[in-house]
């Protein structure tokens, strides 16, 4: 079992900047691929950027790419997701997962992961 837990949301200002933290459980932490997800009010839960097991490989949506850095401390079992040059449209509950099977397979799709925290209200406000 993994337990994720997220912190770091909030209000900000459109053009502003968050970072978020997922701290995980276990000692096994290194094994998975991490991935950061959100869901807006109405709509469907959105693939926002993964991160291999070993930090050297990372993709993102092309709606946050250049603007979002995703990274993970294996020592510290901790994914973070660097926003930067916030929009309204990034207003959301943003979500961490972890995933067994590694980087590989339909990433941006959250029924490939396994675990799930329990989400963190980003506010971005125009």
């Known amino acids: 079992q993994v337990q994720l837990i997220e912190s770091g949301g909030g209000l900000v200002q459109a053009g502003g900047s968050l970072r978020l933290s997922c701290a995980a459980s276990?000692?096994?932490?290194?094994?998975?691929?991490m991935g950061w997800f959100r869901q807006a009010p109405g709509k469907l839960r959105e693939f926002v950027a993964v991160i291999s097991e070993n930090g050297l490989r990372t993709t993102y949506a092309d709606s946050v790419k250049g603007r979002f850095t995703i990274s993970r401390d294996n020592a510290k079992n901790t994914v973070f997701l660097e926003m930067n040059s916030l929009k309204p449209e990034d207003t959301a509950v943003y979500y961490c997962?972890?995933?067994?099977?590694?980087?590989?397979?339909?990433?941006?799709?959250?029924?490939?992961?396994?675990?799930w925290g329990q989400g963190t209200q980003v506010t971005v406000s125009s």
């Open positions: 276990g000692r096994t932490f290194s094994n998975y691929a």
């Open positions: 997962a972890a995933k067994i099977g590694g980087y590989g397979g339909f990433l941006y799709r959250p029924g490939e992961y396994d675990y």
